[in-house]
């Protein structure tokens, strides 16, 4: 056997020390001969193979090499009884699987390696191949292409990172995601919501090139990458040796205190007679400032999730809801009525089916609406999402969907209802989804942006241990911290960012305070990245979030309230028209005035979110928040 086989010897491999996945009666078939044997996904020290061993006694002296196989035929000088050699594949060296239906309806795969295309492997039947690519996932990345799973090698590093960190349920103190972690791959969905569509995330490894803001405007002050901005770092041009920053950190302003809750008496005073809501600019900002009233929920998030037009009366919502119950039927009949013949011959409905069934199956299992067996909330939740794909059919299902549908049917407790109000909501959070990953990207790279401007000390420390990419940060923008925080304070939080009344995106200021909240044990216990992950992974359901959203709004303000804001900021966060803030002197207005102005620091800060859209942007700047600063962190 050459030197650069993809099988190795079976003798001298050491023994399995762990079995992820084995099937019965996997047929191996070449050279127009099939033999039946088990088909297994297994670990021997620290490499894992696939291995397949058929039924009939084999010499294991005897055997062929892999790359044997593509040249020569079976081996017809051996006993009938000896049939197939075993065969074993180091997973690293697989480039691609191939899945199709073969002869008489047996689902089979074609695995393609480095150096060669191995014989065609039937299984029992269709499950047999989701369980086995599911089990493939913890080792290897897939970018799927039509009916083929092509590996992503440039992953590699994201994954052993993964592996490093054995979070197998045991090794995080959050009792929800022990309950979700089945195996290694709920592991990575629940730290990094690795969801199997977004498969075009990474193009280098974990501590490879920075990820680029996809459409950033290049000048040359311009950050396009979270590299920290030229005009900051001050390093010199040719340099031997590192050189961090130590730019101070921006003064921590005193959080903006809550507002009080918007209430039903409050929600009534704003219809008219014919039931049209009026004054919609001011109710956005009191449920902004302070949330919703619980139990009024049901009634104003409908709006806010464009089930319903602000300006529709009694009369034309009922007609929209009759309208809106046909078209529910209609994309509903239309999955339900996929015959197994269609089926066979749709392999994008069988994957999506099998990925809805998996993730509705774990999707918030510890709350009471959802617990137990044969739970019928469950199974409303796979019908809506299998209805989505039928509305959405170029996006489908990906995984983390889930986690948005589930809150707002715990809410309105109406199929219906649910629906349309997640229709609006991913019509909002669509892009987030999409293969290329370029919304994502994009949030990311923001995010260091606002991470450096703000803090360059913890910047530097995670560019040190390889963070900067802020990829433990994923999950958080990907489904607008749904797994964050507990029960109603998801729904307040949303509330928030779904009325923003500034023209940016909150949810990178959110994560931005939450990052600062946390910036002294990461820096001070020289956490790397698995430490981050880790350590990220557990703040889940342990967030305060009004203490959140106060340092968030004061985080917001005093950045905008900066003389020297960098471009990229300014202009792709930010969203301010390129003016120089040296020439705007006194003559701008502040974008929210002060009830309440000490030039001491104090424990919060109350404004007033009377806003006008119409101004200018370059005099939306907020007077004197920066003299209303508390101590930077320790």
Not at 99 to 116: F, K, L, N, V, Y
Request: glycine share 4%; aromatic share 12%; proline share 5%.
């Amino acid at each position: 056997m050459t030197e650069n086989n993809d099988t190795e010897e079976l003798e001298e491999l050491p023994e399995v020390t762990k079995r992820f996945y084995e099937e019965y009666d996997v047929e191996l078939f070449y050279a127009d001969k099939g033999t039946s044997g088990t088909f297994a996904v297994l670990e021997r020290g620290e490499c894992a193979y696939i291995e397949w061993t058929p039924f009939d006694s084999y010499d294991v002296n005897n055997h062929m090499s892999f790359d044997e196989w593509g040249v020569i035929a079976h081996d017809s000088t051996k006993e009938p009884s000896v049939g197939m050699p075993p065969l074993r594949i180091p997973i690293s060296t697989i480039d691609s699987i191939k899945q199709e239906i073969g002869a008489r309806g047996r689902a089979c795969i074609i695995i393609s390696t480095s150096s060669q295309r191995l014989p065609v492997i039937y299984f029992p039947k269709l499950d047999s191949v989701y369980r086995l690519i599911q089990c493939l996932k913890r080792f290897l990345c897939f970018i799927r292409d039509r009916d083929t799973l092509v590996v992503d090698h440039s992953r590699a590093g994201l994954h052993k990172v993964m592996k490093e960190l054995e979070l197998d349920g045991t090794a995080t103190s959050n009792q929800v995601y022990k309950k979700i972690a089945v195996d290694f791959q709920d592991v990575y969905d629940t730290t990094l919501s690795g969801l199997s569509k977004v498969t075009n995330f990474l193009r280098g490894s974990v501590v490879g090139k920075p990820v680029s803001r996809p459409g950033a405007q290049t000048s040359k002050t311009a950050v396009t990458n979270p590299t920290p901005p030229e005009h900051l770092c001050h390093r010199p041009a040719e340099q031997d040796f590192e050189l961090y920053d130590l730019r101070k950190p921006l003064d921590r302003a005193a959080p903006v205190a809550r507002d009080e809750m918007f209430t039903r008496a409050l929600w009534e005073t704003h219809f008219d007679s014919e039931g049209r809501v009026c004054r919609v600019k001011e109710l956005q900002d009191r449920i902004f400032g302070g949330g919703c009233q619980a139990d009024l929920r049901q009634e104003v998030w409908p709006f806010l999730l464009n089930v319903y037009p602000w300006n529709s009366t009694l009369e034309e919502r009922a007609a929209i809801m009759e309208q809106k119950k046909k078209e529910y039927e209609v994309l509903r009949n239309q999955w339900k009525s996929i015959t197994p013949a269609q089926m066979k011959r749709f392999s994008l409905y069988r994957d999506r089916e099998a990925l809805v069934e998996k993730d509705v199956l774990r999707t918030d299992r510890v709350l009471e609406f959802y617990k137990g067996q044969d739970n019928p909330h469950v199974a409303d939740l796979y019908e809506m999402l299998m209805t989505y794909c039928q509305y959405n059919f170029d996006l489908g299902y990906v995984q983390g969907m889930s986690d948005l549908l589930s809150p707002l049917y715990l809410l309105f407790k109406d199929k219906l209802m649910a629906f349309w109000a997640f229709v609006g909501y991913m019509d909002m959070v669509e892009a987030h989804f999409f293969l290329d990953q370029q919304k994502i990207q994009g949030k990311l790279a923001d995010l260091s942006s606002l991470v450096y401007y703000c803090d360059s000390e913890l910047y530097n420390h995670l560019e040190k241990e390889d963070s900067s990419n802020f990829f433990f940060c994923f999950r958080w923008l990907l489904i607008n911290f749904k797994r964050e925080f507990r029960g109603d304070d998801v729904l307040e939080l949303w509330e928030v960012i779904w009325t923003c009344p500034y023209n940016t995106d909150y949810t990178l200021f959110i994560a931005t305070a939450i990052l600062l909240q946390e910036r002294t044990p990461i820096i001070e216990k020289k956490m790397c990245f698995a430490d981050i992950l880790r350590y990220i992974n557990d703040l889940s359901q342990h967030i305060d979030l009004h203490e959140v959203l106060g340092n968030t709004e004061s985080l917001f303000h005093n950045i905008r309230s900066q003389p020297d804001i960098p471009f990229n900021i300014r202009t792709n966060i930010l969203r301010i028209a390129e003016t120089p803030l040296s020439s705007l002197g006194s003559q701008h207005n502040p974008e929210r005035d002060f009830a309440e102005k000490t030039p001491e620091p104090a424990d919060h800060v109350t404004i007033s979110r009377d806003l006008d859209d119409s101004r200018d942007p370059a005099s939306l700047l907020v007077e004197n928040v920066s003299n209303m600063s508390l101590e930077p962190p320790q």
